[in-house]
């Protein structure tokens, strides 16, 4: 199994939603418009209007990714039956409370945080812990590219072209011990980087380190993927850098991002979203449009492309967001219960 | 009462005609805006959000606008200041309509079905629509002839403009995931204005 490359299965078609090039083709340039209203008074509007402007550059260096971020070497995926959410979008979209809670946020602060070097630990229950430098990273497995559909649990979601190496590889390097059932994911927080860790209102009122966890065979599935770039480069600081967790068939808070440590344990970690309102993230938050967030549905979502207000880019929710290959790791699970 | 000008301030019926067009000018200009950059895909990563998001914060300051101008009136004093209350009253319930709007059409695109099931299940929009029926209620009884018609009932309808107030910042939390965000200043600004106004309020409580 391991030389075998896996394939995640696909299941969209969307013939009606452009690519990349055709959505920098359309913008307007509407560089010099003087343009506030009464919202841009306080700071996280500001932002949005903020954001506003910078996408009226010409489309010419929009598209040009930062050079700052390196070009990677990889597998390229052959899948293109999905249409990609286009980069500027990917980028410029995130919520990465560590910012500040405003999707707009870590693009503006995420520059801030530094990403290499970086020590990534692996420990816990397992014969061999080791640690994982900022080119191991890049070096230590082979890279491939994995286009994934990302559902948020806030019912939008993108088709991001990630770049990385399954989760699997890791774990099995350091060995772990049959005692060994859950995967324990912490990310990185430094107050004199991440605005949101240093004040408790910019960061929504949550405890930092975020901490995440998976069961082990979740991490072990091939699908997991532990993500290093996007797009083919190497992951913007706000979508994650230098290495962040990617689960397909769970919400986007289980991707946790900025990835610090990883600790191999026998009980069910702690988790940070589920520590927060336990009655609406649960631990395994697995993609269900029958179970619904107590404060809005879950069966559809918008997918994120292009076209603005007109796209009619609401889409039906699908069970494990459509990686119905999973669905035999949870046969003897209540998946009502266990959300 | 304190009052912070020794003379009455008057504003003359040219100024008031001028300061009323910027006011169509500007809240039409950026609503309209918004719609515009939406259309053109130039609104972020999702311009349905944006729009949602620019046109609630719109009606909440507007609110908030409307229930300032009588303390104002009140301390400068500038009694023709008032003119201008209903304007910024009506002004918050369009932009409330433009986000109900945004949200049917563009969010939900017109599943009706799945409106009216997240009115019902979903508090925090029970609320937006509660809070949108009394500005709509408002509103309709804003008119010269009606607001004489009612005679004293009027008054005691348009003191629902605080629940309206508090409704909405309730709607506006409820929508947040997590308590520590924006709406917080919002609350804020709304606990000063009420502040200004505690006597009113005070009366209101006790003749009820
Ligand atoms: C039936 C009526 C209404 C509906 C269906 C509705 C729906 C919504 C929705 C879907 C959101 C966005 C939640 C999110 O995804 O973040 C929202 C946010 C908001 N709404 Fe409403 N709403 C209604 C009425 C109102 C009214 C009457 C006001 C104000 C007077 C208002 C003010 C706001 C504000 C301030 C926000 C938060 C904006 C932000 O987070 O930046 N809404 N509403």
């Known amino acids: 199994m391991s030389n075998k490359r896996f394939t995640p299965s696909v299941k969209l078609t969307e013939a009606d939603v452009t690519d990349q090039n055709v959505f920098n083709g359309r913008r307007k340039l509407l560089k010099s418009m003087g343009f506030l209203g009464a919202s841009s008074l306080l700071a996280s509007s500001g932002q949005a209007n903020a954001q506003l402007f910078d996408l009226f550059g010409s489309s010419e260096e929009e598209t040009k990714k930062p050079s700052s971020y390196l070009p990677l070497e990889y597998k390229k995926s052959k899948d293109k039956s999905q249409v990609l959410t286009p980069y500027e979008k990917v980028v410029s979209y995130n919520n990465f409370y560590e910012f500040g809670t405003d999707k707009s946020a870590p693009a503006a602060y995420a520059h801030e945080m530094t990403t290499n070097p970086w020590t990534l630990k692996i420990d816990g229950l397992c014969e061999k812990p080791t640690t994982i430098s900022y080119d191991d990273l890049h070096n230590k497995f082979p890279l491939e590219e994995r286009i994934y559909r990302l559902r948020c649990v806030e019912a939008w979601s993108m088709v991001v072209p990630w770049v990385g190496f399954e989760l699997a590889r890791l774990i099995k390097l350091v060995q772990p011990l049959s005692s060994a059932k859950y995967v324990a994911f912490e990310t990185y927080a430094n107050a004199d980087e991440m605005r949101g860790v240093k004040s408790r209102f910019a960061g929504g009122g949550i405890q930092y380190p975020y901490v995440e966890g998976l069961r082990m065979d979740e991490a072990m599935h091939p699908l997991t993927l532990m993500a290093v770039g996007l797009y083919g480069s190497a992951l913007p600081n706000q979508n994650g850098a230098p290495v962040r967790l990617v689960v397909p068939w769970k919400y986007g808070f289980k991707s946790a991002k900025s990835i610090v440590r990883i600790r191999l344990t026998d009980k069910k970690p702690p988790t940070t979203w589920n520590i927060l309102a336990p009655h609406e993230y649960g631990f395994y938050a697995n993609v269900n449009p029958t179970v619904s967030h107590p404060r809005w549905s879950q069966a559809s979502e918008r997918r994120i492309t292009t076209g603005g207000l007109l796209a009619r880019n609401r889409t039906e929710t699908q069970l494990f967001n459509g990686y119905s290959e999973v669905a035999s790791m949870y046969s003897n699970l209540n998946l009502k219960q266990n959300f | ?208």
């Open chain 2, 1 to 208: 009462m304190k009052r912070l000008l020794s003379k009455p301030l008057r504003i003359s019926n040219n100024v008031r005609v001028t300061a009323k067009t910027l006011i169509h000018l500007i809240v039409l200009g950026y609503l309209g805006g918004l719609f515009y950059f939406g259309l053109n895909d130039a609104l972020g990563a999702d311009p349905v959000k944006t729009l949602i998001h620019n046109s609630g914060l719109t009606a909440v300051i507007l609110l908030l606008i409307t229930l300032v101008i009588s303390p104002l009136a009140q301390r400068l004093p500038c009694a023709d200041l008032m003119k201008f209350r209903r304007l910024f009253g009506v002004y918050a319930f369009f932009a409330a309509l433009y986000h109900l709007a945004i949200f049917t059409v563009f969010d939900l695109q017109m599943n009706i079905g799945l409106l009216i099931s997240e009115i019902i299940r979903r508090p925090y929009i029970t609320v937006g629509l509660i809070t949108f029926i009394l500005l709509l209620a408002l509103s309709l009884t804003s008119f010269d002839r009606i607001k004489r018609k009612m005679g004293k009932h009027w008054q005691s309808l348009h003191n629902y403009v605080y629940l309206t107030l508090f409704l909405a910042l309730l709607h506006f939390s409820w929508s947040e995931k997590t308590l520590l965000q924006t709406s917080l200043y919002y609350w804020l600004v709304a606990f000063v204005v009420m502040t200004t106004r505690s006597m009113k309020i005070k009366r209101l409580f006790k003749f009820k």
